[in-house]
């Protein structure tokens, strides 16, 4: 775990221990806080300039990244308020400090034809000149799958065992998503043959009673860093720009493991309207399956109607910036 380097360390880690003990998680705040303890180190200041001069300053600085500055705002703003709370300062510097309006945010979508040669060109960048290469490409390439053709997020079949696939049922239990709740979910036929197809191999492979489905070293899962480097390298195969790009107010995303999980969502309606049904309809269904608590985190993801819709959005962002 890195340390804080500033004079404001010792202080920072008590906050993050406050926060921890009233239940909230750890990783994404000191990650914040860090880069604000690098800035407060780089500045060589101490409790006592951080005024709101200072933080104005900051936020010039920061004047092209609104979005690293409104989160680096909302965290040091609630560590001020401890500080005040624990009488160790008497005012919250940050409290007429406003935040940038936020970009919006367009997440890279595949098309059905992008997503079929992403996963033809994963498998064929499976190594086999080595077993455990092998074992360990096959095994991020069925995450890939699951992620494109199930929208599960990326965490989920790391987390699977060997016991949540029912091979008779073709099903998958997800246990402890991110919003803790449970689902069960039918695999589309081609997906449960691929898996089965995977179990045959694994039983080859995994011999220390490892009980995850995609077994890594020492009893545990596979590294999330595997499926990222298959996927990286299957999107550059089909000759995808791999850039995230921010044109006037709008941000678009690259693409990412977690972009499948959008294009699915966008896919599925797609394919549901080009049938003559009601992707409203659809949506709670929809919703269920990929594990959301509320319809309205599924609509998040129907920010564009599909790929095209996307990639006429970013020439449309373009055309208008070389306007201005």
């Known amino acids: 775990m890195k340390a804080f380097e500033s004079p404001l360390g010792p202080l920072l880690e008590s906050y993050i221990s406050y926060r921890t ?25 101490d409790l006592g300039d ?21 989160a680096m ?8 308020t401890y500080l005040v709370r624990r009488q160790i300062v008497t005012e919250n510097p940050l409290l007429d400090i406003g935040s940038y309006t936020p970009n919006a945010f367009i997440p890279f979508v595949f ?30 390439y069925m995450v890939v799958i699951l992620l494109a053709r199930c929208g599960m997020r990326i965490k989920e079949p790391l ?21 803790h709740k449970d689902r069960l979910i039918p695999l589309p036929a081609a997906v ?21 489905l995609f077994a890594g070293k020492n009893n545990g899962t596979l590294h999330a860093r595997n499926v990222y480097r298959l996927f990286d390298q299957s999107v550059t ?6 850039k995230k790009s921010i044109i006037g107010n709008t941000s678009f995303g690259r693409p990412t493991p977690h972009s499948l999980r959008h294009s699915f969502a966008i896919n599925t309606l797609k394919a549901v309207k080009d049938r003559g049904g009601s992707p409203q309809n659809a949506l709670p269904v929809l919703s269920a399956y990929l594990g959301h608590v509320k319809y309205r985190y599924t609509a998040v993801y129907l920010k564009v109607l599909d790929a095209s819709h996307r990639n006429a959005l970013v020439d449309f962002a373009i055309a208008r910036q070389e306007e201005i």
């Open 159 to 179: 987390r699977l065992t060997l016991l949540d696939y029912q091979s008779t049922r073709k099903t998958l239990y997800i246990e402890k998503t991110k919003f």
């Open 237 to 242: 195969e089909i000759g995808i720009d791999g």
């Open 73 to 80: 705002l909302l965290s040091v703003r609630g560590f001020f």
């Open 21 to 45: 003990s009233l239940g909230y998680g750890e990783k994404g705040l000191r990650r914040i806080l860090l880069a604000f303890d690098r800035y407060v180190q780089g500045q060589k200041a």
């Open 192 to 212: 449960a043959r691929e898996l089965d197809t995977y179990l045959r191999v694994r039983g080859s492979f995994v011999t220390d009673g490892n009980a995850y």
């Open 50 to 70: 951080l005024n709101p001069l200072f933080f104005l300053e900051l936020k010039k600085r920061l004047a092209k990244k609104h979005n690293t500055f409104n």
């Open 111 to 140: 098309s059905k034809e992008q997503t079929d040669a992403l996963l033809c060109a994963a498998q064929k960048i499976i190594r086999k000149e080595d077993p455990d290469s092998f074992f360990r490409d096959f095994s991020a």
